[in-house]
Structure formats: structure tokens, C-alpha cells
């Protein structure tokens, strides 16, 4: 399974990640923060990876 990695320096603090996926994101200091890269039971993250507005989020 994919693991999804933030980019802090891009990441804007949107939390649209932390709203369509909010086992595997939440916001710390208005920074997304993959609290549990394996919690995604959906899409392998590549939903978040795709709606992030600065493309922030990779897999790995
Ligand atoms: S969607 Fe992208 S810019 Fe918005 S909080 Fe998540 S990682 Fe940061």
C-alpha cells in the first residue's frame, strides 16, 4: 500500500485533505499531518493526492 507524504513547505494549511480523509490527515500548527498513512480503506490516498490544490501530498 501507497503511503501519502505532505510537502510542508507547500502545504497552505487548506484542510481539504483533513475534511475527505480525516483518519489519514489532521492539522497541526496549519500543516497537514498524516497521522496514519495506512488508515485510507478507499483509494490508497489518491483521492487526497489528486484535491490538493498545491499538490502537497505524494505517495511513496
Ligand atoms: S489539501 Fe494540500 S494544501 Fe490542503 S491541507 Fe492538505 S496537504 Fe495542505
Request: hydrophobic residues 35%; aromatic residues 4%; charged residues 25%.
Amino acid at each position: 500500500m501507497a503511503t501519502p507524504v505532505v510537502n510542508l513547505e507547500l502545504c497552505i494549511g487548506c484542510g481539504l485533505c483533513t475534511e475527505l480523509c480525516p483518519n489519514v490527515y489532521e492539522l497541526r500548527d496549519d500543516k497537514a499531518w498524516v497521522k496514519d498513512p495506512k488508515a485510507c480503506d478507499s483509494c490508497d490516498c489518491k483521492q487526497t493526492v489528486d484535491s490538493c490544490p498545491v499538490q502537497a501530498i505524494t505517495l511513496e
